[in-house]
């Protein structure tokens, strides 16, 4: 299994865990009326994880219900960073880029990947020319060496 397939397979773990986690928090948090424990864990999804569950306890064990809304929204906003991972590039170059060459690809992958792409540049000299850009697991390999590479393939072939 590649690398990139384990974070495709984490990722969805992670979301499905956090997610249902704050599904069932939103639905304790929405009762409506006095909050008493059995009211709450009435409110909660049949499948609600064990954590939940306990946290409902022990908040209505202290008599601290009516803080259950504040918790949801925090443990919402904690996912959503958590889960917002940066992603992370790499521009490699037969020479050294000037300052204005990065600004523009900087600027053209940003677009494409959004604000939280971190870049990083370095210098191969055996590409000859051209550039590989990876973000992610996706790979534009636009060097000499590679051009070079596939034609002398296409002549051995034909």
Do not use: C, W
Request: glycine share 6%.
């Amino acid at each position: 299994m590649s690398a990139s397939e384990a974070q495709v397979i984490a990722r969805a773990l992670f979301d499905s865990l956090t997610g249902a986690a704050v599904q069932a928090l939103r639905a304790a948090a929405s009762v409506e009326g006095e909050h008493t424990t059995e009211r709450v864990l009435a409110a909660l999804p049949a499948d609600v994880s064990r954590e939940v569950k306990n946290l409902v306890l022990a908040l209505g064990q202290e008599r601290r219900l009516d803080r259950l809304p504040a918790v949801a929204a925090a443990f919402e906003q904690m996912t959503r960073r958590a889960g917002a991972r940066p992603l992370t590039g790499e521009v490699i170059s037969a020479t050294d880029l000037n300052p204005q060459q990065r600004e523009r690809i900087t600027a053209q992958l940003v677009a494409r990947y959004g604000s939280e792409l971190e870049l990083r540049f370095s210098v191969d000299e055996s590409l000859i020319g051209g550039l590989i850009i990876r973000v992610g697991d996706q790979v534009l390999d636009t060097s000499l060496r590679t051009r070079m590479a596939a034609v002398q393939r296409n002549m051995m072939a034909g």
